[in-house]
């Protein structure tokens, strides 16, 4: 079970930062990573870090603004948001999974509005 927690309405140019905490003793196995979705949209794909965590990947629209970092120990994911923008409203949800998609495993999402 994944449950995210941290989203939040918040103004343009503000941070969040999103939390995942994946139960049970498999979660530092999987890559982790973060997805979001806009009703009547695709999902898209936000960040992802291997279970090492030795590698990371960013969608094109967050890189450079948005850090993926995790706590293997307590099967924890985050999503450091900075100089969010409104185009970044969405469910933000954390997936787990195979690197480099973690899709396996999905949460039920929280969501972040950003307000212009």
């Known amino acids: 079970q994944l449950a995210e927690a941290g989203g939040g309405l918040v103004q343009t140019g503000d941070s969040l930062r999103l939390s995942c905490v994946a139960s049970g003793a498999t979660g530092s196995r999987y890559a982790m990573g973060w997805f979001r979705q806009v009703p009547g949209k695709a999902r898209e794909f936000v960040a992802a870090?291997?279970?090492?965590?030795?590698?990371?990947r960013y969608g094109d629209s967050v890189a450079g603004r948005f850090t993926v970092s995790r706590d293997s120990a307590k099967s924890t994911v985050y999503l450091q948001m900075n100089d969010l923008k409104p185009e970044d409203t969405a469910n933000y949800y954390c997936?787990?999974?195979?690197?480099?998609?973690?899709?396996?495993?999905r949460g039920q999402g929280t969501q972040v509005t950003v307000s212009p």
């Open positions: 997936a787990l999974g195979s690197w480099p998609v973690p899709q396996d495993f």
């Open positions: 870090m291997s279970f090492d965590g030795g590698h990371t």
